[in-house]
């Protein structure tokens, strides 16, 4: 047990002086206790502590899974808190704001408009002819995902238009920027409103490349794209982070931080080495922490200008890998930074692109409903799920992804026999590429990230 848990201790022992039943003192004085572990755990940027407490009420090894897994509470500005009466009040709230904000609007359109047809209507781009409603559906599970992980909505929701639906690549594009214009946004709200934590610093540098790198990836790289290029490089890149995270986790106790902790905020006294405030800062003299978040941000970008979607995984892999800041904190940072570039990626193609293709608009309305509940709700359950659960989310949503993608695109077989492109091997060599220098440069941010943990754990020298 660390030195300094005598409080905890002292709570422990005085609660089991208290007049009540031996079994309810031992399960208050158990929650009492566990909630300073994880207090000392926030205020020493370690989410994980190898100390286990036995509550012998809760005997159901499934109970106690949950309570670990699912119920792990959230990791908040002031610290990590379980479900009080008043942070509950404000979950309700962050939930129930954005969606009163929106349905404000939607109905009284919908009503007046008559536009009811929308849902049903089967001229809107599909190759196949399916209805609307059926990227309603989607969004439900889509919605929920993007509020609760680093995907996003259009981790879901381009590949079901291109691949299920065979909607053209730019309709699939910019309808996904333009939902989650609605349903990050959302989320973000309610991320803010339950007053979770996230990483500020890189919000703002991996914003200010994301600009770029979402201008760039619109005006030069998607249009030289081809449709199912533009599909397996997506699929392929979301996969290799699943595999180096998948990786890095195998270590299940790996140590993480709720912050960046090599972030240079003052020079020594004696002229020397910048330090950070925690004293784990050595070298180099610039801040090349920032200059990595931009380029992140540029990265990410551009993935975001080709599929609508990218930004938010990039940060989120650097974020975890590199810098090893929690899950739980990264993955709220994703969705704030994915709100927030989105809504710039919709606003720059309606402004100086000529604006967005016609066909999205009918697919955004007929979902704006759907994503307003779905993402807030995923933020409020996603940031009570453990980090590891939040792990395992993006391990299997990208697998069905790649799964479906390969199913679909046959990027083995050309056009004439049933695939995508006149170029299947071309296309083969190309997602063999993007797997393997997508997993190698992961896993090299894992590396480096281990060699910066042990950096900050050395010792100063004088």
């Not at 379980?82 to 009284?108: C, E, F, H, S, Y």
């Not at 990050?184 to 994301?210: D, Q, W």
């Not at 892999?317 to 927030?340: D, N, Q």
Request: proline content about 4%; hydrophobic content about 45%.
């Amino acid at each position: 047990m660390q030195h300094g848990d005598g409080n905890a201790l002292d709570t422990l022992l005085h609660h089991t002086d208290a007049q009540w039943s031996v079994e309810q003192s031992i399960s208050e004085t158990s929650a009492h206790y566990e909630a300073d572990l994880h207090t000392y755990a926030y205020a020493s940027n370690v989410d994980t502590l190898n100390i286990k407490i036995s509550n012998p009420t809760e005997t159901s090894p499934f109970r106690q899974w949950a309570r670990k897994y699912l119920c792990d509470g959230q990791m908040l500005n002031d610290g990590p808190h379980g479900a009080t009466d008043r942070q509950k009040r404000r979950n309700t709230l962050a939930i129930a704001l954005p969606i009163a904000i929106v349905w404000v609007a939607w109905w009284p359109y919908m009503i007046a408009s008559d536009n009811w047809s929308l849902f049903s209507d089967t001229n809107n781009g599909s190759s196949n002819y399916k209805p609307r409603w059926v990227m309603s559906i989607t969004m439900v599970f889509g919605s929920i995902v993007a509020g609760a992980t680093s995907e996003g909505g259009a981790a879901i929701a381009f590949p079901v238009m291109t691949l299920v639906l065979g909607i053209s690549t730019r309709v699939a594009r910019d309808f996904s920027l333009m939902i989650q214009s609605i349903g990050m946004v959302a989320a973000a709200s309610t991320i803010f409103v339950m007053g979770v934590r996230i990483e500020v610093n890189s919000l703002y540098y991996t914003t200010c490349g994301g600009v770029v790198g979402i201008i760039f990836g619109l005006e030069i790289v998607s249009p030289a794209l081809s449709p199912a290029f533009a599909k397996m490089i997506f699929v392929g890149f979301i996969t290799a982070y699943a595999v180096a995270l998948f990786s890095l986790n195998s270590n299940m106790k790996r140590k993480t931080h709720t912050k960046i902790v090599h972030w240079r905020t003052s020079r020594s006294v004696d002229g020397g080495a910048p330090k950070s405030s925690d004293g784990c800062w050595r070298t180099p003299s610039c801040n090349w922490a920032s200059s990595v978040l931009v380029a992140t941000g540029f990265i990410g970008g551009i993935f975001t200008g080709i599929s609508g979607s990218g930004i938010d995984i990039c940060s989120f892999a650097v974020l975890t890998l590199l810098f090893r800041v929690s899950e739980k904190v990264a993955m709220p940072t994703s969705v704030v930074l994915m709100a927030i570039n989105t809504a710039f990626g919709f606003a720059y193609i309606q402004v100086a692109m000529g604006g967005v293709a016609r066909d999205a608009w009918g697919f955004w309305i007929v979902c704006i409903p759907i994503v307003v509940i779905g993402a807030p709700l995923g933020s409020v359950v996603g940031t009570h799920f453990h980090r590891l659960t939040l792990a395992a989310l993006v391990y299997v949503i990208d697998s069905i992804l790649f799964t479906v993608a390969l199913v679909v695109v046959k990027p083995w077989l050309a056009q004439k026999n049933g695939g995508k492109t006149e170029h299947p091997a071309a296309l083969c060599i190309t997602t063999m590429v993007v797997l393997g220098i997508g997993s190698l440069f992961f896993h090299w941010l894992s590396y480096k990230g281990l060699q910066l943990l042990l950096q900050c754990e050395a010792p100063v020298s004088s």
